[in-house]
Structure formats: C-alpha cells, structure tokens
C-alpha cells in the first residue's frame, strides 16, 4: 500500500501554529509567498494576518474554502461556517494536546498522587501476569512441551530441515609462499 500525501500547504488549509507567540493557535493559510512563507490569518484565535514560515507550521487534514487573499471578514466567515474549533476538538491531536498541557501543570502532590496510583496500577499487573505465568509453566506450554492431558501444539506449517551430520567441512589451507631468489 502507497502512502499518498494529501495535506499540501494551499490556499484555506488550517494549520497550527508551532513556534513564537501563537504557539498552539488554529489558523489558516491565506496566500502562498515563496516556498519558505505563508501569509495566515486566524481570526477566532487571535492571530493577525501576518506571513509566517512554512517550517513553524503543522498542517492539518482540514481546508477551508475561501477565494485567495481573501480579507480577514471572508475568512472569519469561512470558519465559522466550517465549524473548525468544534471539527479540531473531536480529533486525537487535540486530545493529545491537552493531556500534555494537563501533566506540565502538575502540582507536586498532583505528581506524588500520580506515582502512588501508577505504583497500585503496576502491582495489580504483575500479579495477574504471574498468575498467567504459573499456569502456563504448570500446563509446559512456555517451552511447546504439554503436559499429558493438556491440549498439544500445533504442527508447524514449514518443519525445519535437520542438517545432515554426515557432511564435514572441508577445511582450506594456505599455500606457502614461493620462495625469494
């Protein structure tokens, strides 16, 4: 299966801001400037219209239809309409961000309660797993021995071939150097 790439830096794509003041902020590509810049314009989030590099930009997988260069009061509309906050929140990238601003804004309690939890979470586990363990060493399955009575193995597919022990290397030797007259 190819990859095909679909999310190009065009005329109405939305794109949050990566880098600067308005890190994290939704806005969209207005005009294409050179390979390296785009003039963006967010209006629901604050940004003004100003060019901004291409490199400090994460596309994402919306585009707005708007005609090119349009002005800011064309691309409120276009976003508005698009529902582009409500479309965003309801995507993983959006869900992601969020925990990650959750966990940079711990407390140190918030922290210390967090380790307790993982800890009971982590006890629980491996006493399940050494549960699981104990039956399979008992039932032989772990080394593909049953115990008689269990339920055996199935056969593989493609055995591997025993290498014959009759066949022996032939060891090379070197040959002397002729010697200097």
């Known amino acids: 299966m190819a990859f095909v790439f679909t999310r190009f830096v065009e ?4 794109a949050k801001c990566a ?3 308005y890190k994290g902020r939704l806005v969209a590509i207005v005009n294409i400037i050179d390979q390296n810049r785009v003039l963006i314009d967010g209006p629901l989030s604050g940004v003004p ?7 400090h930009l994460h596309l994402t997988k919306f585009r707005v239809k708007f005609p090119y260069t349009a002005k800011t009061k064309v691309v409120r509309k276009a976003l508005e309409a698009f529902n582009v906050k409500e479309k965003f929140a309801e995507t993983r990238w959006q869900e992601r961000a969020k925990a990650k601003s959750k966990r940079c804004n711990l407390s140190d309690f918030d922290r210390f309660k967090l380790r307790l939890a993982r800890a009971e979470r982590n006890r629980i ?3 399940e797993y050494k549960k699981l363990k104990k039956t399979v060493v008992n039932n032989g ?5 049953p115990v008689k009575g269990t339920k055996p193995l199935p056969k593989r597919r493609n055995p591997i071939p025993k290498k014959d022990a009759k066949k022996k290397r032939v060891r090379k030797t070197k040959k002397p150097a002729p010697a200097k007259k």
């Open 19 to 21: 880098v600067g003041k």
């Open 125 to 127: 586990v491996s006493a």
């Open 49 to 55: 219209r100003q060019q901004y590099p291409v490199n």
């Open 11 to 14: 005329t109405g794509r939305v």
């Open 141 to 145: 399955m772990l080394f593909g021995k």
